[in-house]
């Protein structure tokens, strides 16, 4: 929790209960979203992200099955000390 996940041109296929989903994520430019919680049994990572629809800008949860990535890049970064961003 806390690390930042990078999206970018990414595609997810697979299942949620017994429906077939399909997600394009980060097309165009990259998603960045901060990790609330991983669950390593499922390979969900829940993550808090901008809602940057016109005049609705705010925080939404999502969550990605990374098992279900088809194409495209998930990168983790991890946290920054403090003193890394201090002058």
Excluded: M
Aim: with cysteine; aromatic share 8%; proline share 2%.
């Amino acid at each position: 929790p806390g690390d930042v996940l990078v999206v970018e041109e990414a595609k997810f296929k697979g299942h949620k209960g017994l429906q077939s989903y399909h997600q394009n994520v980060g097309v165009g430019q990259p998603l960045f979203a901060v990790i609330g919680d991983f669950e390593a049994k499922k390979s969900k990572v829940k993550v808090f992200q901008a809602n940057q629809h016109v005049g609705h800008q705010s925080v939404e949860s999502a969550s990605y099955r990374l098992e279900d990535l088809k194409s495209g890049t998930v990168k983790v970064r991890g946290q920054c000390a403090r003193n890394q961003w201090q002058s």
